[in-house]
């Protein structure tokens, strides 16, 4: 992957991305980590990739470390200094040298396919999965974007794609044409929550460290309401009218309460560091 790293800007300061672009305004909010558990679940509905996964980490002892690092090397690449993150893109690179397998026959979709870690269609549909959660959680717990602020998120999260290694040519050139990807592939063959994504999935959703228990109810509820209908009917998670209306009105007081959070529990870190060195 670092091969394909693209320096977009070179003589563009010292990160990838200014602090006046749509993603850092976005991706700095830490209650975007409450679409985390959407994300994973719409990853693991990939077989091939609930296959890497299973087959190549610890899952089960922590199921919510892989959230964790994908999510630390966002942040580093989003904020840091692009010293730091290279170095973030380089790790994520050498963790996937070793991921690749086969699909194991008991899956109903994909069963014996050869999986890779660096596959392009795989890559960009784990980019896809974080982007759209991140677009999902902002409107709902922070504020709604705009079309042109979504048009100009979405072009940001293009150069993201290609720090990762993701191939121009596959990635969806405009936001119409990248939430079209999406409808298609929810509805294709190649997502099918099998047993193995659904074994994982009740790892992501009853976390076995202690330190994530209090929490789990709220992470459920949230996890299950952020999610498409069709795969939530799929990971046989539970969902009404009645929930709708529960989860509208938890959005709308974690907006109301969100101007009045300090800034080192609303800000991710790396953002939260940045912003403090550019003020010097």
Do not use: C
Not at 181 to 209: F, N, Q, W
Not at 249 to 259: K, N, Q, S, V
Request: net charge positive; glycine share 6%; aromatic share 8%.
């Amino acid at each position: 992957m670092t091969d394909l790293i693209v320096d977009t800007a070179p003589n563009d300061a010292d990160r990838f991305f200014e602090p006046s672009s749509k993603i850092w305004q976005v991706n700095r909010e830490m209650v975007l980590l409450l679409a985390g558990g959407r994300a994973l679940l719409m990853q693991l509905a990939h077989p091939k990739i609930a296959a890497g996964v299973a087959e190549h980490s610890r899952f089960q002892e922590d199921p919510l470390a892989r959230l964790y690092r994908t999510m630390s090397a966002m942040w580093s690449i989003v904020f840091d200094e692009r010293t730091q993150a290279r170095a973030a893109l380089e790790s994520v690179e050498r963790r996937h040298k070793q991921v690749r397998g086969i699909v194991p026959g008991s899956e109903p979709s994909q069963g014996g396919a050869p999986y890779d870690a660096f596959d392009q269609e795989l890559l960009l549909w784990v980019h896809a999965t974080l982007i759209d959660s991140a677009l999902v959680a902002y409107h709902m717990f922070v504020a709604p974007l705009s079309s042109d602020e979504r048009i100009i998120y979405y072009s940001d999260s293009k150069k993201l794609a290609s720090l990762f290694g993701i191939t121009e040519g596959i990635i969806p050139a405009t936001l119409g044409a990248f939430e079209a990807y999406m409808s298609s592939m929810l509805l294709s063959d190649e997502i099918t929550v099998g047993p193995m994504a659904k074994h994982l999935a009740h790892d992501v959703l009853y976390p076995r460290p202690w330190i994530f228990k209090p929490g789990g109810p709220l992470f459920r509820f949230v996890t299950a309401g952020l999610l498409a209908a069709t795969l939530r009917v799929a990971y046989d998670l539970r969902w009404s009218a009645r929930r709708e209306k529960m989860l509208a009105l938890l959005a709308t007081a974690i907006r109301g309460l969100l101007p009045l959070v300090p800034a080192p529990i609303r800000i991710v870190p790396n953002a939260r560091a940045a912003e403090k060195a550019k003020r010097r």
